[in-house]
């Protein structure tokens, strides 16, 4: 089924520790965007890429890396995760062009002790 | 800085009733103004958008007003149901090729009681 699919749904891990949450498309879409879901904040973004090889930076980039070799993957890494990143992470696809929607996975919730 | 305000952040309104959501912008190049619907556990999905050219725009029983002088824009849902039960965000970007980034807003936690 076409679609955007995230994993793991949902992640314990240790300060200190790197975690990569992974994102896959089946669409084709050249952008993908990472944002993180915090009560209060709404959705902000972290890193954004318009094709493989691409990639820039959001509104909150610190504490995270990104790569995109493939165009269908996009995956997130906290290189040494911080309590304050405990958070729900989604990713998104979609089109070029700013009225484009954007598709959303159904996120990875990320707890860190 | 929050460049797109959404209020209020939650809203409990009884089945049948009109939920209203607002949401103020302060970038002026902002052309393009989606509202995304998600429920729990779900990623956000588009609900409905308007272009600065008109001042509303209906989809079924939701509608968005749009006033740009006073750069605001409001959901409405007509007739809500239960079902409409979820978190709503106003998000803002320029409809142009490279900009193809979303502002959202904080979200608003709505309930439909029966």
């Known amino acids: 089924d076409a679609g955007i699919t995230q994993s793991p749904r949902y992640k314990i891990t240790e300060t200190g520790r790197q975690v990569t949450l992974m994102c896959h498309q089946t669409w084709s879409h050249s952008y993908m965007f990472w944002y993180r879901q915090d009560l209060g904040h709404g959705l902000r973004l972290i890193y954004y890429?318009?094709?493989?090889?691409?990639?820039d930076k959001g509104e909150v980039p610190d504490g995270y890396v990104v790569s995109r070799s493939k165009t269908e993957n996009f995956p997130l890494t906290l290189e040494s995760a911080t309590r304050s990143q405990t958070s729900v992470y989604f990713c998104?696809?979609?089109?070029?062009?700013?009225?484009?929607?954007?598709?959303f996975g159904d996120g990875t919730r990320l707890s860190i002790l | 800085q929050q460049q797109v305000k959404q209020s209020p952040q939650s809203l409990i309104v009884q089945k049948g009733g009109i939920p209203i959501i607002n949401c103020a912008y302060e970038n002026t190049a902002f052309d393009y103004f989606p509202w995304y619907q998600q429920f729990p556990g779900k990623g956000p999905a588009l609900l409905i958008a308007i272009r600065p050219d008109v001042s509303e725009k209906k989809e079924g029983r939701f509608t968005i007003s749009f006033n740009k002088s006073a750069k605001q824009f409001s959901l409405h849902i007509m007739d809500s149901q239960p079902g409409d039960s979820a978190t709503y965000f106003c998000a803002a970007s320029t409809s142009n090729f490279g900009n193809e980034k979303l502002t959202f807003g904080t979200g608003t936690r709505l309930t439909i009681i029966p």
């Open positions: 998104a696809s979609s089109d070029p062009g700013g009225n484009q929607p954007q598709h």
């Open positions: 890429s318009a094709a493989a090889d691409i990639t």
